[in-house]
């Protein structure tokens, strides 16, 4: 596709401002996962999760000053998104003090993968941006895409692929832990498709 000029630049910066807010609030919804998380495996994963939104937030912090944006900026989408990340962490907060661990650590996996879809979401679109429109901001936000991208899809299909199977063991059902998504080392949405197709046979592989 053509790269193009036409973009709306404070729409831009809104994206930017709510990717920026949407990783502080994964700092959070993180660190209150670790807490509820039972499954050894699952907490190691969560916490080098964390570390890497800490180093995603401030390849943002750069992104902001490399394009003088001012990083405390507000805007009404921007504090819907701080009000979402708030509530995702009383969420988990609350199933830990109210619920018993295996209820607790899912609502956390759920939560998680919440905050990973609109944080995937928010990277999908930078990408596009950067490939797509014709500005001196253009090799800024390709340079911070390529830096979290991978990082990114690991996060969210690898915590959908922890949360499926530990519904299902909640179920009563055989469950895959770690799930397929992470035995395969999926990055890409047809990876993680197919890593879900092969949890029957990692199943009977286990008898």
């Excluded at 708030?86 to 609350?94: G, H, K, M, P, Y």
């Excluded at 990114?152 to 519904?167: M, N, V």
Aim: net charge negative; with cysteine.
């Amino acid at each position: 596709m053509a790269r193009t000029s036409k973009f709306d630049s404070a729409q831009v910066q809104e994206l930017l401002l709510q990717a920026l807010e949407t990783e502080r609030g994964g700092i959070q919804v993180y660190t209150a996962a670790i807490t509820a998380a039972q499954n050894d495996d699952l907490k190691k994963e969560w916490g080098e999760y964390l570390e890497e939104t800490r180093t995603h937030e401030e390849v943002l912090t750069r992104v902001f000053g490399e394009l003088g944006l001012d990083t405390e900026a507000r805007s009404p989408g921007r504090e819907v998104v701080a009000q979402l990340g708030q509530a995702l962490v009383r969420a988990i907060e609350f199933a830990v003090k109210n619920a018993d661990p295996d209820a607790a650590e899912l609502v956390a996996a759920e939560c998680v993968v919440l905050a990973e879809t609109k944080d995937h979401q928010n990277w999908e679109l930078i990408g596009h941006v950067a490939e797509h429109a014709k500005s001196d901001a253009s090799k800024v936000l390709k340079a911070a895409f390529n830096a979290v991208e991978n990082d990114e899809d690991h996060h969210l299909y690898h915590t959908k692929g922890w949360c499926r199977e530990l519904w299902l063991k909640s179920l009563g059902f055989p469950a895959v832990l770690p799930p397929p998504e992470e035995v395969k080392q999926v990055e890409t949405a047809i990876g993680a498709s197919r890593a879900e197709q092969s949890r029957e046979q990692m199943l009977r592989g286990r008898h």
